[in-house]
């Protein structure tokens, strides 16, 4: 299974695939969690700097036609995972 079941990203970063990697790898490893950076307790959203930039990363939970929340977001049969990358001040 892979990160995301579906990435978002600004256009900007398309045209910097190492960035793009960079903050994968940055949000898969992730474990500081602290009120600060999840400020609801549910690991589904991260605040993080990189390169003298505030970025969010946000995970929703849709069920697998796209069209409304997922009734179980833990059973990745019935959920697709959507990872959203901006920059905060985007936000």
């Not at 695939?17 to 950076?37: G, K, L």
């Not at 939970?61 to 796209?66: H, L």
């Amino acid at each position: 299974m892979s990160l995301f079941g579906r990435l978002a990203i600004p256009i900007a970063l398309l045209f910097r695939p190492m960035a793009i990697t960079w903050t994968r790898s940055t949000v898969a490893e992730f474990n500081d969690f602290t009120p600060e950076n999840d400020p609801h307790g549910e690991h589904d959203f991260l605040s993080f700097e990189h390169c003298n930039r505030t970025w969010f990363w946000k995970c929703d939970y849709y069920d697998k036609e796209m069209d409304g929340g997922s009734e179980d977001p833990a059973d990745p049969d019935k959920t697709t995972r959507v990872g959203t990358l901006m920059l905060a001040e985007d936000y």
